[in-house]
């Protein structure tokens, strides 16, 4: 199916409706991120990620954050790692991958290095081989 700026359109306004959640939402994220140009769905994505409430949401588009190689939109995250997280760890995971995959800086690491998470620690021990 090519890309369709309608069924986009559809699938971003989808998203605004806070009882779309959890699966539900993270698919609804991926047809938009399908269906709309990239240079559209950058923005919508970073902030999304920076603001919703939705912490699926948040991971989802910080995944095609890094799909779509938008380093410098993942930069202006970083700082999501000095602050406690949602609910679980994920987001944070995902952007230390991100860093991991686009080569950039993380930062807060001295803090998260304490936490007592598994899959966080191996996130931060992934930046610190490619790093050495």
């Not at 769905?41 to 938008?70: F, G, S």
């Not at 007592?116 to 790093?131: E, K, M, V, W, Y």
Request: charged share 25%; with cysteine.
């Amino acid at each position: 199916m090519t890309p369709n700026v309608r069924v986009a359109e559809r699938a971003f306004r989808h998203l605004s409706d806070p009882r779309t959640t959890t699966t539900h939402a993270y698919e609804t994220l991926d047809t938009y991120v399908a269906q709309a140009p990239a240079e559209e769905t950058i923005p919508h994505l970073a902030n999304l990620a920076a603001h919703d409430e939705r912490e699926t949401l948040r991971l989802h588009a910080v995944y095609a954050l890094t799909k779509l190689d938008a380093a410098r939109e993942l930069e202006t995250l970083l700082p999501l790692l000095d602050a406690p997280p949602l609910v679980t760890w994920s987001v944070h995971i995902a952007l230390l991958e991100a860093c991991h995959k686009l080569h950039l800086a993380p930062r807060g690491l001295d803090a998260l290095a304490r936490v007592d998470n598994l899959d966080l620690q191996r996130a931060i021990a992934r930046i610190g081989r490619a790093s050495s």
